[in-house]
């Protein structure tokens, strides 16, 4: 690397971002040798939970139905919440009324989960292939071929389709759920990294960070769009409620981009701050809070308005967010202490709170539909942390094994 050190430092940080973004995952001495790296790495990581985490996190993940592959015994899907963990050691179950971890559901190491809105199977990339998981017994389904090595997994609010990117293939592939038969690969822009769909199901929203654009594709045909220009290395995604807002966090530029999906047309950029990459929207639609990196801030905009407000104090190395299904709390995740912390902030006076102690390297977060519960994944201890948001007092962690990468709650 000697040759770099003459290149300036925003083009040093862009080459080894794009370096990193694009490695699969080499199991756990890699993700080891991450959590004693530099903020670069944790820049990483954090662009990966959020890719799983606010799309797979801090909303109920959707998935799709159950696969012609896979048999479900009668009686057996989940009849109340339950949290999914991914760990090197399999699919773990948490029980929504006792907190004990199941058994793991062997997978090969992954990082990335969805689960169907009917809580009944999980689809989990394990490279080069998607594997589908029947929950909650296991049994796993035949391995889908979508593109070369798929990275991320969205699903249409019915179910019926899920799109996976591949990054290293700059394309989506639609996956038919009642077969898990893979159609053709749509090409979209360069080095796709997140996917959203609008909750209508009819458009699926790809950021393409390679090229700077987002390519809306019409789901009903699969069908590209023009692609809308946005910033420099964009990073995160997210939809409004009502659907008709896009925002784009864009990593390189310091700036949101929205996009009216009416139009596909985007707006003037907002300014946030150096380095964001991740954004959640509240569920009542008003307020899209920015994770800006480099400021350790979470930035809040009126989505009425489209304007900024003051930046909010959220840690060291802030990651993941998620927000409570009444709009009222949002938990930031803090990987930049020895010993992580999670900060609570509150929505409406746009204050952070006490920072509440987790496990070590937390790496992914989301919120039982209830509202009533953060579990939070610590990746660096090995379990996942409780937290109640009533009070956001936190609860005995959970041991769930070795390096666990992402949570996903069933609906």
Not at 116 to 122: I, L, N, Q, V, W
Not at 366 to 392: E, F, H, L, M, R
């Amino acid at each position: 690397m000697g040759w770099a050190l003459a290149m300036d430092e925003a083009s040093l940080r862009g080459l080894l971002s794009i370096a990193l973004d694009g490695e699969p995952p080499i199991g756990p001495v890699a993700h080891g040798a991450q959590r004693q790296g530099t903020r670069i790495r944790r820049r990483r990581r954090a662009r990966w939970v959020i890719g799983t985490g606010v799309a797979a996190a801090a909303i109920p993940l959707l998935a799709a139905g159950l696969g012609s592959n896979l048999s479900a015994p009668p009686g057996t899907g989940s009849p109340m919440p339950a949290a999914y963990v991914l760990t090197s050691g399999g699919l773990k179950a948490i029980g929504a009324v006792t907190g004990a971890p199941g058994k793991p559901l062997p997978v090969p190491v992954s990082d990335r989960v969805a689960i169907t809105p009917d809580g009944r199977t999980a689809y989990v990339v394990t490279y080069p292939r998607v594997t589908p998981i029947f929950l909650p017994g296991g049994m796993r389904g035949k391995r889908i071929k979508a593109g070369h090595t798929p990275d991320e997994i969205a699903i249409t609010p019915d179910g019926k389709t899920a799109y996976i990117l591949s990054m290293n293939a700059d394309t989506v592939t639609p996956v038919t759920t009642a077969t898990n038969t893979p159609g053709k690969p749509i090409k979209v822009g360069r080095r796709p990294r997140t996917i959203a769909i609008t909750p209508d199901g009819k458009t699926a929203y790809v950021v393409n960070q390679g090229s700077g654009t987002v390519t809306p594709i019409q789901t009903a045909t699969n069908t590209p769009g023009k692609p809308i220009k946005v910033g420099l290395y964009p990073s995160g995604i997210a939809i409004t409620p009502d659907g008709k807002t896009v925002y784009v966090a864009n990593f390189e530029s310091g700036t949101v981009t929205p996009i009216e999906t009416a139009t596909n047309t985007p707006g003037k950029p907002i300014r946030v701050g150096p380095e964001p990459y991740a954004i959640a929207i509240t569920p009542d639609g008003r307020t899209a809070l920015v994770v800006v990196l480099s400021a350790d801030k979470v930035t809040p905009i009126a989505t009425a308005t489209n304007t900024p407000g003051p930046p909010i104090a959220a840690g060291y190395g802030p990651s993941a967010i998620a927000i409570t299904p009444d709009s009222k709390t949002a938990y930031v995740l803090d990987q930049g202490r020895a010993f992580g912390t999670v900060t609570p902030i509150s929505i409406a006076s746009k204050t952070p709170g006490k920072p509440i102690k987790v496990g070590k390297d937390p790496s992914a977060i989301a919120i039982t539909p209830d509202g009533k519960t953060a579990y939070v994944v610590n990746n660096g201890s090995g379990t996942v942390t409780p937290i109640a948001t009533a009070t956001n007092t936190p609860g005995q962690p959970i041991k769930v094994g070795r390096d666990p990468y992402a949570i996903a709650i069933t609906p």
